[in-house]
DNA sequence: GCCGATTTGTCCGTATGTATC
DNA sequence: CGATACATACGGACAAATCGG
């Protein structure tokens, strides 16, 4: 539900953008003209700016203005540094997303798992390995960690559909943050038996965790990916922090 | 040169954060207690707090307070989210970096090189590839490309050294964005040659489009790195827009 | 080179809304 | 219900960078 002002804005500015209505390198309205045409204060006009910049759709520049730098023809496939589930990306490209449960269990962290993790020794946790399909070929291999505390009454009928879904929808539970580290691996025996990596040996590795709004991290996932289909964006800016 | 008043709030801030001095999952002082240890007003407050959300350090929560979300263990050897050259990134963690220069040329962008880099066909440009070394270990592959128009004489002796030394203290040239996407590719024949790959066969590709402070798009370069050194940070925040 | 107009960057103060306790 | 805390929005002031005359 965005119903605040600056993100109305954002989504106005955005479409501008992506529709041509703003060319390549050209320069949007000035804050002043734009202050009009959307009946606002500057503060208002400049948390959208700043959030187009952040996505990296225009690029300010003192005593100038705002420069359009979206190039069409880079449009990903991922959404650029957000939270995005699994089926919800499927779906917004047009493909068909399948899910198999390999493994579902209600287990204790150990040291190891703690290690690895950051949950606390001695959490109760779910743990399900499931694998994600995409137009009927084996993509990524996930290992889901859950609090107990937090994810209540999780059962393989749900890991079966979208856990996603459950948490927002059943669980009110809303993810804020969450920290991702990529590496690349070296395939394991696993890997091998249900992923189709043809000649790879190894894979892209995705390791998150994920806060709920209490500031509660509740989800630990190491997603493994087949490296063919895999794909990561991300816009940085130097700061002078 | 942080000057800004924000900018030295967050640093005090983060400082603070990172040596303990409010732990784990504990809140921050509110923002009104803030403005009165700091003496600015809540815009400022607010703006360092912001900074501190999208870096992952704190996560705010509506009618309660301001989480501490760091954990020390999980610290990374590679900034989050930020720009920065091999050279600085290699010193920051006390190692020695070496470069050898592999190939220096001046070329026109043909088709197939503006489809791949987003450069204008026809465009001038340097083209540099260059073995990187940590610790006498060759562990990064580049292929870079330079604008001639905005890198003006560039030469072999510059890129044995710091290019982007260069680029910063010499033309003046400030990187304000890039635009950076992560695959895991086969290796080449000539990944073969020079990284000492083990027995992976493919490897971490990072490519990034690299943003002039005039919004000029000057470099773009492939960064191929052995998989055993390579690890990507970012965190994400789930967005009402 | 200087000056004024334009544009973005920083900062302040205030008011109101919303969520939590 | 009231107190506290963060979220949104407005308006104003001055600084810094750019550009044109």
Do not use: W
């Amino acid at each position: 539900m965005p119903k605040a002002k600056y993100a109305e804005i954002y989504k106005d500015l955005k479409a501008k953008i992506e529709s041509g209505t703003y060319g390549f390198q050209e320069l949007l309205p000035s804050e002043n003209h734009l202050i009009q045409t959307y009946d606002c204060s500057r503060n208002t006009i400049r948390r959208a700016v700043s959030a187009l910049v952040t996505d990296g759709y225009v690029q300010t520049m003192q005593g100038k203005g705002v420069r359009n730098i979206f190039q069409p023809a880079l449009k990903t496939s991922f959404t650029i540094g957000g939270i995005e589930s699994f089926k919800e990306s499927a779906l917004r490209n047009n493909q068909v997303p399948g899910t198999e449960v390999l493994h579902f269990a209600e287990i204790h962290t150990d040291k190891k798992i703690a290690s690895h993790t950051g949950f606390p020794v001695g959490a109760e946790l779910y743990y399900i390995q499931r694998l994600h399909y995409l137009d009927g070929k084996a993509l990524i291999l996930n290992h889901n960690y859950f609090l107990k505390d937090v994810v209540t009454d999780l059962t393989r009928e749900i890991a079966e559909n979208s856990i996603y879904e459950y948490l927002e929808n059943t669980l009110h539970i809303s993810i804020v943050t969450s920290k991702r580290i990529m590496t690349v691996e070296k395939m394991t025996e696993i890997d091998e038996k249900y992923l189709d990596l043809g000649d790879y040996n190894c894979l892209a590795v995705v390791s998150s965790q994920t806060y709920n709004s209490d500031g509660i991290m509740f989800e630990y996932t190491q997603s493994r990916h087949r490296p063919d289909y895999f794909r990561f964006q991300d816009n940085a800016t130097r700061r002078s922090m």
